[in-house]
Nanobody
Framework: VQLQASGGGLVQAGGSLRLSCAAS????????IGWVRQAAGKEREGVSC????????YYSDSVKGRFTISSHNAKNTVYLQMNNLKPEDTAVYYC??????????????????????????????WGQGTLVTVSS
């Protein structure tokens, strides 16, 4: 599995950025794909995830209402549209992927599997990070 993230940069508070993650080496609709961020001196945070098979989405409370995750299945690409950015959004953003576990999905459904995976950050595949810097 290879994950290629792009789209980071420097933006002023209140501005927008769109991150892209191009995935290869996987069956796109058999995975949860998302974004985990790491800010200096802070714990890693699962920001947003999507299961491309049925478009179940998860957002952390810190980004809910400002960020939108989407997928273009034909392009094997996941996007994170980030609006109304705040200085506290400054971090390295990693594109991540985890295979949908059939047994877990059968027990609790794709939606809860997506949430748990994103919250726990239990992803087997990580791309290189892209730096997002939000100035005040």
């Amino acid at each position: 599995v290879q994950l290629q993230a792009s789209g980071g940069g420097l933006v002023q508070a209140g501005g927008s950025l769109r991150l892209s993650c191009a995935a290869s080496g996987l069956t796109f609709d058999k995975f949860v794909i998302g974004w985990v961020r790491q800010a200096a001196g802070k714990e890693r945070e699962g920001v947003s995830c999507i299961s491309s098979s049925d478009s179940n989405r998860y957002y952390s409370d810190s980004v809910k209402g400002r960020f939108t995750i989407s997928s273009h299945n034909a392009k094997n690409t996941v996007y994170l549209q980030m609006n109304n950015l705040k200085p506290e959004d400054t971090a390295v953003y990693y594109c991540v992927a985890e295979r949908l576990d059939p047994r877990s999905v059968a027990e609790s459904g794709t939606y809860y599997y997506t949430i748990r995976t994103c919250q726990l950050g239990t992803f087997a595949s990580w791309g290189q990070g892209t730096l997002v810097t939000v100035s005040s």
